[in-house]
């Protein structure tokens, strides 16, 4: 399985600030025949199911807000919340798709208001 | 607009055996993937495996294969969780997840909790 690792655990992060989460495979997730990164990003709040926020590491599903951004390539990425609203409170998980024998999930990230 | 209504919560007793649900609607369902993703209480999200109602085509994680089984039924777009021996560690939170590109979960249903205990 491809293994997925989060960075930090946890922050917190005063209001209108950015945070930063890093997401490191263990092998890469670039798809060289069509050149996409099988990257998502999951923004969970307590309840509820996972929201899907990004995909292709990149591209921002539809109605999420433009503060939240992906970035990275291969095997580093990025999920960037550039002004933290208080809504944003929640957990995040990375998860890669380009193995098809077992999608995996890094093991969140919980971003909190300092 | 695409929804996936679960059923409800469950309280079971080990070595019970037991069936989950996930109905899909609002587009085709024998065209897309719906995985199953599970979360125990307080942890990260873990998939399960996944399910093209189309043609049945299953795969499972291998930390669940032979643990679970995954099925569909495409006359009433409803895909399926079972067990044939519920365990307590098998407590958690079950979700039923849609297809958005390749095989990402990109719709959720709402998750049904499932409670074994003795």
């Known amino acids: 399985d491809i293994v997925m690792t989060q960075s930090p655990d946890s922050l917190a992060v005063s209001l209108g600030e950015r945070a930063t989460i890093n997401c490191k495979s263990s092998?890469?997730?670039?798809?060289?025949?069509?050149?996409?990164?099988?990257l998502a990003w999951y923004q969970q709040k307590p309840g509820q199911p996972p929201k899907l926020l990004i995909y292709?590491?990149?591209t921002r599903e539809s109605g999420v807000p433009d503060r939240f951004s992906g970035s990275g390539s291969g095997t580093d990425f990025t999920l960037t919340i550039s002004s933290l609203q208080a809504e944003d409170v929640a957990v995040y998980y990375c998860?890669?798709?380009?193995?098809?024998?077992?999608?995996?999930f890094g093991g969140g990230t919980k971003v909190e208001i300092k | 607009e695409v929804q996936l209504v679960q059923s409800g919560a469950e309280v079971k007793k080990p070595g019970e055996s037991l069936k989950i649900s996930c109905k899909g609607s609002?587009?085709?369902?024998?065209?897309?993937?719906i995985g199953w993703v599970r979360q125990m209480p307080g942890k990260g999200l873990e998939w399960m495996g996944i399910?093209?109602?189309?043609?049945?085509?299953?795969r499972y994680s291998p930390s669940f294969q032979g643990q679970v089984t995954i099925s569909a039924d495409k006359s009433i777009s409803t895909a399926y969780l079972q067990w044939s021996s519920l365990k307590a560690s098998d407590t958690a939170m079950y979700y039923c997840?849609?297809?958005?590109?390749?095989?990402?979960?990109?719709?959720w249903g709402q998750g049904t909790l499932v409670t074994v205990s003795s």
């Open positions: 997840a849609r297809q958005r590109v390749a095989w990402l979960p990109g719709y």
């Open positions: 609002g587009y085709s369902f024998t065209s897309y993937w």
């Open positions: 399910i093209y109602p189309g043609d049945s085509d299953t």
């Open positions: 092998q890469s997730v670039l798809y060289s025949s069509n050149n996409k990164n099988y």
């Open positions: 292709w590491a990149s």
């Open positions: 998860q890669q798709y380009y193995s098809t024998s077992a999608l995996t």
